[in-house]
């Protein structure tokens, strides 16, 4: 794996939103640290929560899943929740599993 493909996770916090930088590769064996970087801010309603997948290149099952299970438990807590910035080939794959009517987004495509 080279540089550009390890999974990385920023956040920045905004007035009205938190935006979550998403890049690298999200897989089974990065589970743990997506989860980690975005349950504390799953409870934070007060603020709209954006997934930013610009600089993400490679997303499997496990990593739609975390998704939505954000989405979800969003929804629950009546939060705000946004993906922007699918690059073209994670949205097929998006489209292809049937994710793509449920994740909420900008119309924007990296």
């Known amino acids: 794996m080279n540089q550009m ?3 990385k996770v920023t956040t920045e916090n905004k007035e009205t939103e938190c935006v979550v930088y998403i890049s690298g590769e999200l897989d089974l064996s990065m589970a743990g640290e997506m989860r980690s970087a975005v349950e504390p801010l799953i409870e934070q309603t007060e ?3 954006i ?3 610009k600089e993400l290149s490679y997303i499997d099952s496990t990593g739609i899943g975390i998704i939505l299970s954000i989405l979800k438990a969003r929804t629950a807590n009546e939060g705000p929740f946004l993906v922007e910035e699918i690059p073209v080939k994670i949205k097929r794959l998006f489209d292809m599993t049937g994710v793509s ?3 909420p987004t900008n119309g924007q495509f990296a």
């Open 5 to 7: 493909d390890k999974f």
């Open 47 to 49: 603020r709209t929560l």
């Open 51 to 53: 997934l930013n997948l």
């Open 101 to 103: 009517k449920f994740i």
